[in-house]
């Protein structure tokens, strides 16, 4: 077999074997197969879409490139949830600690984040003292005492995706479905899982732009899922403004605190209640979502998912009072309030121009080597569909650094849109994908 | 400017400027642009291709990337030939003494072929002493005392498009006309002429199966070279059966020689003297391409063109009784007779086989380390339309080994296709594109 015929063949938008890709992938983690062989089949699969099957004999090569978890002797459902990414979005931070109150156990495995605000490690090491290098013994000590643990990726966990996607990144050659598709789910079935929750962003502030894109990804995701015996079931959600009122790593905390305690605001609510209830729903925790949901709105209630939360930031030794108090976790020296030039109702907040702002004032990475600074970030006072008058405040930035505040104002000024009418309000769920409708 | 912001452009279908074409193949020669972002670049070129424009663009910058030839003291019209390759094309080793008998220079810089037989650098080897190996300084020494200079590719010429060819062979992106047109005029264009006669072959032999495919890239060929200044003209040329009847580095020094004495196959004479009318054509050394191959004519009538031919061999110190007894050019030991199984015509003899068989034999390299053994070949004894009754001789194949034999009867076999019918007879040039008519 040879590279090079394999690359041809999928030029002519011939479908491979599984031993051909196999031979790719295998080769190319291996270093037998150079990169440029790599970018060109990446390319003409950008061009000539992967089928599914030849995407699930992808995953599965990626997958077994690398260890795949056992947590078989824990002794309950092993259910994950993975979301695409927007600006806001903190409900990781959520739904694990009101999962875990269940007979379910959530291995997390996360990424850090590029560009926007940072990933869900990036705000748990907002909390002071929090140490997110867990070596798997912990890891897995933490999963069956808490039945909850969260972990950075690995080079351990599918090093082929790893590598492909380092590579794709500069081919330009992400935006593929089947590529996607692959690498998500290569890196979500090495966690050893029963069950997976998927959180399909589309808007300005999320990676797909349109819905139809994010409703395709989501089918191939659950597809994928469904077919490696695990069952999958996707969310198609709403990324045109941000998620919750906080943006910034401390501030998410905070507003993940604030949902745990049974405040904060109904969009984050909604989709952190919708989410637990269908990973209950799939960790057999309940018979149906509206009982999966009243569970999770119990462990709030009860203060039993704060408590978890707390637990598990006293487990990778945080400072676990920041669950009582705010003033535990850092915070900005100064802030600048952000007013309406006209009175109206908010049109439509743009999710990318917020993420920009936050990335420039300090929230996010532009390269990998950039330092975060935990503290800034912004405070939403009015979302879409707010009436607001003229001077009214939009927004409050916390900053450090005046040019810095200056930069992220420039990206700022383009994310409200002020209208005379009230905007038609859309659904922040707009699809549920299973396995009963996840064929094309 | 970011390479991965360029390949990411043509990726969807946009138009590239001069600037970051230039900034691709100079990063990339350079060393500063890694090749797997080269190669994305070429696979996104094979399904989004370049503009003659663009493809004008990228000729130029490869051309820039080596030497490039200044002829200007030699008092000559300097006039090249090129052509895309065929199994038992001889040509070049005709038609470039003809043409050195008028007011035209040939400065003619060959390849080594990879497949088939040897490319015409191989054959020349073929003669006992022939050196390929010229100083610049002796090129152009031989091209001001003999009007007449071979030489081999080097690393000076195009170094850009050597490396590009490299990385498109492994990649799969070979098959793609701009690329193909670019890669051949970069090298072109770096010889320093004034005009080149192309010699696009299509058919079972050759690089493009189809006579449409042929047409485009002649096309594409003529306009680069009109559009850089050179006069240009393309022969659209039929290899669906070899040219002339000898096939194998010394048998073809042979029938070269066979021509110049005016002897020779019909089809081989017929194209050698065309080239060489529109060389002269094109030289200024005649008006119409009827006085040019009349001109072509009185020099291997007058023996001029062959004392061309021998006094290059004895130039490069090549054994130059050649010219007068093939008992000084290598020949295999043993030869074997392919019959006719059944009476008819020779409905079709598939060039690709012929090649492929000759390349088992020893003719050619599969890979660019094996050696070739320049005394094996194939003697045609009949052509497509020949009657031919049973055990008739079709061919004898001059061999060595017998288990070369032997592999390339395998091949053989298939290439005769006797029929009841006579087949109908098809024109070797086929097309001639010029200024004219080079436009899509």
């Keep these: 077999m040879r590279a090079v015929d394999i690359i041809q063949k999928k030029k002519e938008g011939s479908v491979l074997s599984k031993e051909e890709i196999s031979f790719l992938v295998k080769g190319f983690t291996q270093n037998q197969i150079p990169e440029y062989q790599m970018s060109a089949f990446l390319m003409a699969c950008c061009f000539k879409p992967l089928s599914f099957k030849e995407t699930l004999f992808l995953t599965e090569s990626m997958l077994h490139s690398g260890k795949i978890f056992d947590f078989s002797d824990i002794p309950f459902r092993k259910i994950d949830k993975h979301s695409t990414g927007g600006v806001g979005d903190k409900t990781s931070l959520i739904i694990a600690p009101i999962v875990a109150c269940y007979t379910v156990a959530i291995p997390m495995i996360s990424g850090r984040g590029l560009g926007h605000t940072g990933g869900t490690l990036d705000k748990l090491e907002s909390i002071p003292g929090f140490n997110v290098h867990l070596t798997s013994g912990e890891f897995i000590q933490n999963l069956k005492t808490l039945q909850l643990a969260m972990m950075g990726q690995t080079q351990e966990i599918a090093p082929a995706d790893a590598k492909m996607y380092a590579l794709r990144d500069v081919t330009a050659t992400v935006e593929c479905i089947p590529l996607i598709a692959a690498s998500i789910m290569s890196k979500k079935l090495a966690e050893g899982i029963d069950g997976l929750v998927l959180d399909v962003k589309f808007g300005s502030g999320a990676f797909m732009q349109k819905l139809k894109d994010a409703t395709e990804l989501a089918k191939w995701l659950v597809r994928i899922g469904e077919s490696s015996g695990k069952k999958t079931l996707a969310l198609v959600t709403n990324m045109n403004q941000p998620l919750g009122n906080k943006i910034g790593n401390s501030l998410e905390i905070e507003e993940s605190i604030e949902v745990l305690k049974g405040q904060g605001p109904k969009d984050l609510i909604e989709l952190s209640l919708t989410l637990s209830g269908y990973m209950l729903l799939l960790g057999n925790a309940c018979s149906s979502l509206k009982e999966g949901i009243s ?96 001077n009214d405040i939009l927004l409050t930035t916390c900053y450090n650094d005046e040019k810095k505040l200056a930069a992220s104002m420039v990206e700022l000024s383009q994310a409200f849109e002020i209208t005379l009418k009230k905007p038609l309000s859309q659904p922040l769920i707009q699809k549920v994908i299973a396995k009963s409708n996840c064929q094309k």
């Design 295 to 390: 569970l999770a709105q119990k462990a709030i209630a009860s203060g039993k998912a704060l408590q978890k939360f707390q637990a598990m930031v006293k487990n990778h030794g945080g400072d676990e009072r920041v669950v009582e108090s705010f003033k535990y976790l850092p915070s900005a020296k100064y802030t600048f309030k952000f007013l309406a030039s006209k009175g109206g109702f908010v049109g439509g907040i743009n999710a990318r121009s917020i993420g920009k702002a936050a990335s420039v004032l300090g929230c996010g990475r532009e390269t990998v080597t950039d330092v975060i600074d935990p503290s800034v970030g912004f405070i939403l006072h009015k979302k879409v569909g707010d009436k607001v008058q003229k």
